[in-house]
Nanobody, 122 residues
Framework: QLQLVESGGGLAQPGGSLRLSCTAI????????VGWFRQASGKEREWVSC????????DYADSVKGRFTISTDSDKNTVWLQMNSLKPEDTAVYFC???????????????WGRGTLVTVSS
């Protein structure tokens, strides 16, 4: 029953927007660091963004800084990733992950979602 469920992926045009959501089932995201990672076809998974659900502090990869915004709502046990000014190179499967540690790192995330596909193409 412990899982993360992503939604909101789909097709967007270059310059368009998508909003991804990550909802925890069976546990609370409070006192977690929750991150978004992505993996393009044939490529290594990379970190995109992270939020500390206690302090609401955020971090972004340089490739998405200024375009993506991560946020959380404790009452909904959900983390969102608002993606604006999308580029074809943003095309990837996006994964949500959570950890009780205070920062996001691919090597120590405790829970992973199954992923949601984002395709940016005209």
């Amino acid at each position: 029953q412990l899982q993360l469920v992503e939604s909101g992926g789909g097709l967007a045009q270059p310059g368009g927007s998508l909003r991804l959501s990550c909802t925890a089932i069976g546990f609370t995201l409070d006192y977690h660091a929750v991150g978004w990672f992505r993996q393009a076809s044939g490529k290594e998974r990379e970190w995109v963004s992270c939020i500390d659900t206690s302090t609401r502090g955020t971090d972004y990869a340089d490739s998405v800084k200024g375009r993506f915004t991560i946020s959380t709502d404790s009452d909904k046990n959900t983390v969102w990733l608002q993606m604006n000014s999308l580029k074809p190179e943003d095309t990837a499967v996006y994964f949500c992950a959570a950890t009780t540690r205070y920062y996001c790192a691919d090597s120590h995330m405790d829970y992973w979602g199954r992923g949601t596909l984002v395709t940016v193409s005209s």
